[in-house]
């Protein structure tokens, strides 16, 4: 074997072992989120049987016969690949309401009815029901009432403030950072991350009081404050680090042509440094947006989207699949924010140029 082919074998090896790597690494991600996603679609009944079904089904499928205390009512369970028995009634306002809430198949009594009538004339019917495939999230805003879309639009509100106040002090001082030599200021660069290190709970607690002397506690600019104490020293660091990477000279020609310094920030330095600000912006989102201890303390009457998530899902104890469209709930504007702004990442990473 001559050297040339042993090193293209070895550089196919290597290959070979990177994207299998890779692939291991992005189903160990994936797999978990397909599982939540999976279990927000799932019935009650689906959600507690193992093993757990990997997709959810469209219809149900029922068996119907005459049993010790009325209808003995069955579904077909794809695990098991055969009808299980689930109730025995008489009442079928009673089945009614389980296969809606147990089986997110929702059939009236009147439905019901006809197929009930049928054991007259044969021992056993079969029917099957399309469905609710969105009944977990509806149930999920039912559960949390006339709150849930004002704490949305509440929890965008405080989302955009911290972004705002994030970008517009830690922008200013990274570039301060970046641009100007002065004594101390590596010290002080450090030290804007020791607010960092404090829990949110730490800091929460004495701004109850400084938030309601200044007429802040309760509302959405109050928490933006406090949520920006922690994004401003993150976007510091981060946009520090971007206009360091942007050359002087970039500047000082722009200045040559007669650009004002403002002008050239404006025109030159900031679409420069916009993959930067979009990564600090993205952070401060999610930041703002996860936040549930802090909000729990800082909020009374007017609670952020997290707390009424928590607060459903905390009630919803025993319905996992509940739980998980709540959570799926309150990715979604995250997910979409991330997407939006897919753009300017990408340019860190050297995907566009500009």
């Known amino acids: 074997m001559t050297k040339k082919k042993h090193l293209s074998i070895r550089k196919a090896a290597q290959k070979t072992t990177f994207y299998i790597f890779v692939t291991s690494v992005a189903v160990a991600m994936l797999i978990p989120v397909y599982f939540i996603v999976s279990l927000s679609f799932l019935s009650s009944r689906e959600a507690y049987r193992y093993p757990l079904p990997l997709t959810p089904a469209f219809s149900t499928k029922f ?25 025995d009634t008489q009442d079928l306002k009673k089945m ?3 296969m809606r809430d147990q089986l997110g198949t929702p059939m009236t009594v009147e439905e ?9 004339t044969q021992d056993t019917v079969y029917f099957s029901q399309k469905r609710d ?10 559960v949390a009432g006339f709150d849930a879309v004002p704490a949305l639009i509440r929890s965008l509100q405080i989302c955009a403030l911290t972004i705002l106040i994030s970008l517009s002090i830690g922008g200013m001082a990274g570039y301060a950072f970046a641009r100007y030599t002065f004594k101390g200021r590596n010290l002080l660069k450090f030290s804007v991350l020791f607010v960092r290190m404090f829990p949110g709970v730490a800091i929460a607690l004495p701004m109850v009081i400084i938030l309601a002397n200044i007429g802040f506690y309760d509302e959405p600019i109050g928490l933006a404050l406090v949520y920006s104490v922690g994004s401003i020293a993150l976007t510091v660091w981060i946009t520090a680090s971007i206009f360091m990477g942007i050359p002087v000279s970039l500047e000082e020609a722009s200045q040559v042509f007669g650009a004002t310094k403002l002008q050239t920030f404006l ?6 440094a916009m993959p930067g600000l979009a990564a600090a912006a993205m ?3 999610l930041g703002a947006w996860n936040e549930t201890v802090a909000a729990i303390i800082l909020t009374q009457f007017k609670p952020t989207f997290s707390v009424v998530v928590y607060q459903t899902v905390l009630g919803a104890v025993g ?12 990715a979604l504007p995250a997910v979409l924010f991330t997407f939006f702004i897919r753009r300017y990442i990408k340019q860190m990473w050297g995907g566009i140029t500009v």
Do not use: C, H, W
């Open 63 to 87: 068996k119907l016969e005459p049993g010790k205390r009325g209808y003995l009512l069955s579904v077909y369970d794809r695990v098991e690949s055969d009808y299980m028995t689930v109730l």
């Open 96 to 98: 009614s309401i389980y």
């Open 112 to 120: 019901i009815e006809p197929e009930a009538a049928k054991l007259e």
């Open 133 to 142: 495939v969105l009944g977990n999230y509806r149930t999920f805003f039912s």
């Open 267 to 272: 025109r030159i330095t900031l679409p420069l």
């Open 283 to 285: 952070y401060a989102f």
């Open 319 to 330: 319905q996992v699949n509940l739980a998980a469209a709540g959570g799926m709930a309150m």
